[in-house]
């Protein structure tokens, strides 16, 4: 039976101490099997998270729109600012379309990914607009099947594929898109990030047709990613990362290593392909540079050269078309 319902829902989120604790408050909607969250009137697009009073403190966890447990979920013309962490959560969602959302936070302000997805497949993506402290999008563990086109991100810290496998854990992402977006002052591009340790698959990846903007690393994928107070251990098993490609990427880079393929030593990357990346440092005073380790790629007009620095890239070392 087709389905004709429509529906507007504005949602109101609650003021409370920065002391709460209430892990799933904000703008929830769960459980349906098909939901049209169309917000045309200016009456009812815009939803204030109140985040300021939390940011200072760092609280373990806070408000969020979250977006769970779906089947034919469209969300459009909805515009977030300020939600306390994460400003849009997709979780355990199948056959989503997002688009026309303007999603806003500092800059200073921790943990305010964007847009966040997990454990879901099938899922749309266009039109957005992202300003945030943290990464415009992360694509965490479950993705399937995702498509990213026509966002503008910054600033932030981009667009980003984990991080997958902490605390020894399986990840997989698997057929991911990212296809013209436009990255201003962020201070990563196109990352993939992935824990020592932690074991899955990050494949099938697509990033293309980006333009950088004084970006501090455009192209970077880091399997021995440590986000913790403390050195992380070196471990032998490691989330497997392949078939990416990176294809018509320019712009300008506020580093100069615009390319860091930082791949694991027993699980190195690979079937990576650079194609049509044309990266600079910002304000043409020296050029980009980049340091490739443990990684098996090829590259065809690519402006910056990424040089053999490990043992084992000696047997995987790059070639060009």
Known sequence: MARTARCAVCCSIPRRAATSIDWESGCIVAAADCLLLDLTEPAVEEEEGGGAPWWGGMVPMTNKENIGKHFILKVENLKVVNSQQIQISVEDCTDVKMSRLSITAPETAPNTDGIHITRSRDVQVTDCTIKTGDDCMSIEDGTKNLHVKNMVCGPGHGISIGSLGDHNSEAHVNNVTVDNVRLYGTTNGARIKTW????????????????????????????????????????????????????????????????????????????ITLENVNLTVKGGSSNAKSTCQNAEWKKSGVSVHCPVVSKIDLELVGTSD
């Open 196 to 271: 020592q340790g932690g074991k899955g698959s990050a494949k099938n990846i697509v990033f293309q047709n980006m333009v950088m903007d004084n970006v501090w690393n455009p192209i970077i994928i880091d399997q021995n990613y440590c986000d913790s107070s403390t050195p992380c251990k070196q471990q032998k098993s490691a989330v497997e990362v392949s078939n990416l490609l990176f294809k018509n990427i320019r712009g300008t880079s506020a580093s100069e290593e615009a390319i860091v393929l930082h791949c694991s030593n027993s699980v190195p990357c690979h079937g």
